[in-house]
Each structure stands twice: as structure tokens, then as C-alpha cells.
């Protein structure tokens, strides 16, 4: 579904990656891993449109859309949850979420899902009328996928999910990664909780200073003694 | 003087809303104590308090024996009191060392006459806070990182250390952290935990919001347990680990996380 094949991106003169080649087969889980300043955000901005790769190739369904503007990625199916939320501080919570659904044209079957997403996060409906900026941050993360989901996106961009979040909500946030995931969303997730990430993802890269250093199986790299000495304090 | 923060009947509402209310508990000078709770349960509104981003709606702040709630922030932060964010609030615009040196703002003498007229005072003050800058970027790990860089340009993990070296800057006497580790890796909570570790030996006492368990139970003294603004328990992360009510809010199975 999604080729990503040899991006460098830069900021200014620094190269945050080089020569990344990933591939998202469609239904998959496919998680991104690795340290801090490792290129992980980067990736997931380049995929998303926010940034542009000096070089190589984005492939979505087939068709290049590296370097075309975020809001037409998005149309074509590519939502992002960026980390550190972003929600819209001046917004109502539902207002938030109407603006997940700005760019499609299915009114009835967004409402649907404005129903199903706050279903899915009981504390939104409770606050729906509420600004997003005086929600508490785990509950403005929630906000955060929430307004994501309502896009309907066919790829589905997880930039670090259980950010802030309490213990059993991360539980919860990672029962909800596999719901979406079995209602046909696939999913890129970068994520710092590397066990749940290697459970739930069925394949995994590791990026180190923006290369990708090692990839395989989520439960073959979860027995790789270099998964376990960085990642997994063992 | 047996406790260096003092919390007596702390409540906070918004509009109708009740954010905190009957808030009490004290920290001990020269412990860590962490306050946990579910999201949403008033843990940063508590900060907010403390740190008079806004004021209490009822009960008072106590810091080293004196009242402190009504206070502006930068008075609070001059008595010693100072903070990270847990949405990352640095100058981004800004170097990695211009952060730092900011957070000294409230502890140097040079005023507007001296500053503009370059003067010998205020050119040494300079220098000092620069080498000072140099050792807090040391003590959270930030030596290897260019120091001319934006603030905004440093990954995530690294803003939130920079964002501990800016507190530190002002000498505070009580530092709250908002989610320190929020964004690493294992590994790199292992170097935060030192770096906390290393921060209390210097005899900064610490006040810690964080999800991270395994983080909050090895580096705390004691732990305050929030849930709807109310604090539901209060004791020794052992204690606390086995309250069957924290258990039901906030960890549910005793693993933690749900890492089976």
C-alpha cells in the first residue's frame, strides 16, 4: 500500500534521513522504532506531507505523492496523528473532530463515525462541547486520534499514541490500534512502548541517525539481542 | 520545618467545572514525591496552582513556611519554586543555550542600564551564566548537541531534557516535572531516572508527574494518588503499588502497563 523508496530529508543542511526505503503492505501493522532524534517524526512527516524529501519516492496505492501538499495526501487516504497532539486549543472537542472530517464529501458517514469515535472515547462525548486547550493532555491525545479517525483513512499515521497517556489507557489505546487495524485501517505506528509495539505490529524497522539499521518480523526482532539491550532494559 | 511544600484544602474550578478539590499534602524537603493519577484527574492543574499559572479557588500554598498562593509566577519562581510542561513549552525560536540561559533570568542583577551599556558587571555576569549553561546542558545529557541550534529543531526527547535544564538554571529549591520521560525509549528513561537521581543528591527536592511506573516506582519517596481532583491515596510506592483503589483507576492489572 505504502513504498517509501530511498527519502532523504533535511532540515536546513542536516540530513534527518537517509536513503529510507519502508514498505506497508495494506491490512498491516507495521511499526517504526528506535532512539530519540533517530528520524522517526521525520519519517512519519515525510509520509504525511508536511515535509518534503530532497530525494526518493513516497508510493501510496500505487501512485507517487512525495511532495505533494498535506491536505491532498490526506484526501487520497493518509491521516496523521502527530506527536504532541495539535489539536485545536480554540475548538470545541466536536468541532476538532468535524475538522478531521473536512475533506470528505460523505456527510451521513461521517456523522456515523462521529458517533463511533466518541463511543470509542466516552470522555470526548462527555466534553464534547468543551475547548480542545482545556482538556487534560491524555485526554487531548485521545482528541488527537480521535480527529484522525474521522478523516476515514485507508493508512493510518500513529506518531507515538500512549504519549501521556495513563497505564490503562494505554492498555485500552493498544485494543484500539487492533480494532482499527481488523475494520481494514492499516497502520504505521512509531511508538516508545517497543514490547506493545512488537506485539501488536507484524512487521517493525529500527531507525538510527536517520538510517534504517535493522527490520523483520515484529516477533523475530523482539528476540534480537539488539532490540533487547537498547530498547527492552534487558 | 518539616515539609518544604505545603498543599492545605487545594481546590480549583473552572466555570462549573471542579478540576481539584480538598487537596492536601506535604513534601518533605530533599524527597521526591510523584503524583499519579488517571488522564484528566487534575495532576497538572495542581502544578498549574503551585506554580500560580492560575490561582487556587480555595486553600492556600505553603512554600518553606510561607504563603505563597497569590503570588505571581516569577516571585514563585524566585523563592525557588520552578517547572517543565508537560506540552513541551520552549523558546523554539530561540538557541538551545539562549533556553537555559532565560531560566537564569530571575537569579542575575544586571538591569536594563547595565545590560545596554555593556558594562564590566554586567559582562561577567554574562560569562558566568554561560559556563553555567555549558555544565546544566552536561548534567541532562545535552553536551553532544550543537548549542547554537533552535530549540525547535531538537527531537523530542531532547526538548524535554532541555526543558529540565532551563528549570535547573534558576537554582530552584523545588523543581516539578510534568512527564519528563513522555516520548523515550527504556533506555533513555534509565538516563532520566539518573538524571533526577543526580538532581535530588544536589538537594533539589522534586515534585513528579509521570506515567512511566517503573520510572515512578524506583525514583519516588512517596507517591500522592489522584483521581476527579480528588487525591484518592497517598504513600510509599510499595503501599501504593497494592491499594486496591489505584489498582481499579489508574494501573489496573498489578503488572502495570498489561505487558503479559
Known sequence: MLEVRGIETYYGNIPALRKVSIDVPAGSVVAILGANGAGKTTLMKTVAGVLRPRSGTVFFLGEEIAGLPSHKIVRRGIALVPEGRAILSRMTVRENLEMGAFTRRDARKADRDMDRVMERFPVLKERAGQLGGSLSGGEQQMLAIARALMSAPKLLLLDEPTLGLAPLVVTDIFVIIREINAAGTTILLVEQNVRQALKVSGYAYVLETGKIALSGPSNELSREPRIKASYLGQ | ?260
Open chain 2, 1 to 260: 520545618m518539616s515539609s518544604l511544600l505545603s498543599l492545605r484544602n487545594i481546590g480549583k474550578t473552572f466555570g462549573g467545572l471542579s478540576a481539584l478539590s480538598g487537596i492536601s499534602f506535604d513534601v518533605p524537603p530533599g524527597e521526591i514525591v510523584g503524583v499519579i493519577g488517571p488522564n484528566g484527574a487534575g495532576k497538572t492543574t495542581l502544578f498549574n496552582v503551585v506554580t500560580a499559572v492560575f490561582p487556587p479557588s480555595t486553600g492556600e500554598v505553603v512554600f518553606d513556611g510561607e504563603r505563597v498562593s497569590g503570588l505571581p509566577t516569577h516571585a514563585i519562581a524566585k523563592r525557588g519554586v520552578t517547572r517543565t510542561f508537560q506540552n513541551i513549552r520552549l523558546f523554539t525560536t530561540m538557541t538551545v543555550e539562549e533556553n537555559v540561559m532565560v531560566g537564569r533570568h530571575c537569579r542575575t542583577g544586571a538591569g536594563i542600564w547595565r545590560g545596554v551599556l555593556r558594562t564590566r558587571g554586567e559582562r561577567r555576569e554574562e560569562r558566568g551564566i554561560r559556563v553555567k549553561t555549558r555544565e546544566l546542558l552536561d548534567l541532562v545529557g545535552l553536551s553532544g548537541v550543537d548549542r547554537n541550534r533552535t530549540a525547535g529543531s531538537l527531537p523530542y526527547g531532547h526538548q524535554r531534557r532541555l526543558e529540565i535544564a532551563r528549570a535547573l538554571a534558576a537554582e530552584p529549591r523545588l523543581v516539578l516535572l510534568d512527564e519528563p520521560v513522555a516520548g523515550m525509549n527504556d533506555a533513555e528513561t534509565q538516563d532520566v531516572f539518573g538524571l533526577i537521581k543526580r538532581v535530588q543528591s544536589l538537594g533539589v527536592t522534586i515534585l513528579l508527574i509521570e506515567h512511566d511506573m517503573s520510572l515512578v516506582m524506583k525514583a519516588c519517596d512517596r507517591l500522592v494518588v489522584f483521581n476527579f481532583g480528588r487525591k484518592i491515596a497517598e504513600g510509599t510506592p510499595d503501599a501504593i503499588r497494592d491499594d486496591p483503589q489505584v489498582i481499579e483507576a489508574y494501573l489496573g492489572a498489578p503488572e502495570g502497563a498489561g505487558d503479559a
